[in-house]
T-cell receptor, first 119, second 114 residues
Framework: ETGVTQTPRHLVMGMTNKKSLKCEQH?????MYWYKQSAKKPLELMFVYNFKEQTENNSVPSRFSPECPNSSHLFLHLHTLQPEDSALYLC??????????????????FGAGSRLTVL | DQQVKQNSPSLSVQEGRISILNCDYT??????FLWYKKYPAEGPTFLISISSIKDKNEDGRFTVFLNKSAKHLSLHIVPSQPGDSAVYFC?????????????FGRGTQLTVWP
């Protein structure tokens, strides 16, 4: 496996279900992200993890619970979601060791996404 | 409030011609800009970037132009090929903000026809 792998690719769940999205990166990166793309909206940052530590939560509701057990894996635990949470959830990674702007540190590598439908 | 705007949801160009995709931004703190390309059922892939200290960056058939005074950037693809048909996202980030915190436009669907 290479790059950033997300599973499952598609998920349908009811509002009372509990499910998880998984992301794995094989790039040796040390920062990982969850982005969300809702219909007709731009990609929006949800969470940032840097060396396994959460460094940013972009005002995401608590029904979304991220977990980063190590620098290669990132999970998004879902519970009591709403239909408006239906979206494409994209995981991404980058290397913070690249330093400042302009040298590729902000070049995110994305996974293919998990398409979530909440009924 | 959307800080990065791609006002054209779609663009159709004949093969061999130039494709010009436009992007506007409102935040004057943005100083690094990226273009991503996305095929169906795949994640966005990085295409080209430009720092605010430059006004042009070129990589093969792809050139990005930045006009800071107008807060506008554009991606030129010359010559366009059918394989370029994809959704193109413009993204920006600001000095001092969280690394990897990009602000995206809604994307422009480019279709290159033979």
């Amino acid at each position: 496996e290479t790059g950033v792998t997300q599973t499952p690719r598609h998920l349908v769940m009811g509002m009372t279900n509990k499910k998880s999205l998984k992301c794995e990166q094989h790039l040796g990166h040390n920062a990982m992200y969850w982005y969300k793309q809702s219909a007709k909206k731009p990609l929006e940052l949800m969470f940032v993890y840097n060396f396994k530590e959460q460094t940013e939560n972009n005002s995401v509701p608590s029904r979304f619970s991220p977990e980063c057990p190590n620098s290669s894996h990132l999970f998004l635990h879902l519970h009591t979601l709403q239909p408006e949470d239906s979206a494409l959830y994209l995981c991404a990674s980058t290397s913070r060791l690249a330093g400042g702007l302009g040298d590729g540190a902000n070049v995110l590598t994305f996974g293919a996404g998990s398409r979530l439908t909440v009924l | 409030d959307q800080q990065v705007k791609q006002n054209s949801p779609s663009l159709s160009v004949q093969e061999g011609r130039i494709s010009i995709l436009n992007c506007d931004y409102t935040n004057s703190m943005f100083d690094y800009f990226l273009w991503y390309k996305k095929y169906p059922a795949e994640g966005p892939t990085f295409l080209i970037s430009i720092s605010s200290i430059k006004d042009k960056n070129e990589d093969g058939r792809f050139t990005v132009f930045l006009n800071k005074s107008a807060k506008h950037l554009s991606l030129h693809i010359v010559p366009s090929q059918p394989g370029d048909s994809a959704v193109y996202f413009c993204a920006a980030c600001a000095r001092g903000s969280t690394l990897g915190r990009l602000y995206f436009g809604r994307g422009t669907q480019l279709t290159v026809w033979p």
